[in-house]
């Protein structure tokens, strides 16, 4: 049996994973798709680069991408204008979703689309050499820090926790990183002194978790503070023993903060602040001036109400971190309310009834929650439907080779030796700057790289001699 897997993040290879090391079904061959010609998906692209142990992580996923019946095929892209998903039921048994959620959730208050305005998203992507974010038309290298002094975050999940961390990096603690050099250049010279990151409800109620949190509390010349007034409004805040394990924490960590005061020495502040929901970002000379916070209070149910009192928090950056949000992928159903695709035990459901084929894993079957390690029970259950349905799956006719039905879908797939030749050309990268590996932040370089032509440059094709399989490339 044969199947595609769409998305090489943390859910594809998982599945991938499940798929190819049982027994009940032998012989599975896995093709694992992405739109990129680089694997791992949010490790690669998401993960903070100074996050090096989660990023470790992408040789445990290498381990699966190498499999002998496992194939990698980035450059494969699945949607409007690509393969669309009915051509790849043509070549494959199966084919399980693992795109993850792929674009931001919107704040929907005035003044968000000012200049100086980003979502996390897009910020993550720079700093993280996404090739998208180097593609041109979104301005200058320096556009997110540029005569920054004052920077507000809105949310309190982890992805705020990172690009907090991010603007307050020095130049030291970037070097050993896999950043893009031009990224580092810009963030090293940055002026950023306080960051302020902003959530709505209170601390019993923030998303970040205690690891990520603390790890605030230990950055080189940054003090992070708290007020203690906001803090004691949440009512778990004096008792926090009712409170879930993750929470209570969180809480213990930010008392310990509010108990010790400002400190003069730092050279930059994280500030942590509750209980502001934001209502406008604010306009100063053509961008962004500051953000209007309406102030709240806890209604006791989990929620919070407003007061009609406001406070204005200067800044010349907002990054909005409210969370990741799932695309439609044309051809598939999708449910606009969740983000998600509707589905029973990872089967695709098509007006409520299983579409036979068609499943999904990850972000885009359970919404954009949980860390890298709950994809596992996730994938876990969509490869145990899959198997369960695999003897009438398998009773179908497919064509003999899918790279050749993804090449006549206009797609130029790079196999495992093409991404060898990516690594190859970071590690290269990084030696020529005196820097360990150093991520290549252009498609063009991505695809030259890989092997392939570069559109309109001259480079001609020269794939690289590679078998079909990835056995034995490494
Ligand atoms: P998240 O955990 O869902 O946090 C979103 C934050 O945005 C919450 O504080 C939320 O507040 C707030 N928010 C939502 N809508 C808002 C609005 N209209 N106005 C103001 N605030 C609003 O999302 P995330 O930080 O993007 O993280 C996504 C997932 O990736 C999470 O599961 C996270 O743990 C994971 N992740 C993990 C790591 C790591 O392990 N190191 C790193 C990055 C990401 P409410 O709670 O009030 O809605």
Redesign the pocket.
Known sequence: MRVAVVGSGPSGVYTAQGLVEQERVPDVRVDVLDRLPCPYGLVRY???PD?EK?KSLQGNLRGVLEHERVRFLGGVEVGPGAVPPARLLDCYHAVVYCVGAATD?R??VPGEDLPGSFS?TEFVSWYSAHPDSAAGGFGPPDRFVRGVQSAVV?????????VARMLVRGVPELLPTDMPHEALGVLGASRVRVVHM????GPS?????T??LRELGGLPDTDVTVDPAELARDPAYADPSGLPAAARRNVEVLRGWAGRGERAGPARRVRLRFYL??VEVLQAAGRVGGVRFERTLPDGRGGVTGTGSHEDVPAQLVLR????RGVPIEGLPFDAGSGTVPHAAGRVLRDGAVSPGEYVAGWIKRG?????G?NRPCARETVQSLLDDSAALARRAVAAEPLDVLRAAGAEPVEWAGWLGIERAEAELGRSLGRRTVKLAEWEALRRAAGLGVPGSGVPGGRPSASSSNAGQA
């Open positions: 998401g993960v903070a996050h989660i959730r704040l929907g996390a809105i949310g309190v999940g982890n992805v705020a926790v990172d902003v959530g709505r409800r109620q923030a998303r970040f978790t690891k990520e929901r934001p971190s409210v969370g990741y954009p929650t949980g860390v890298i709950t």
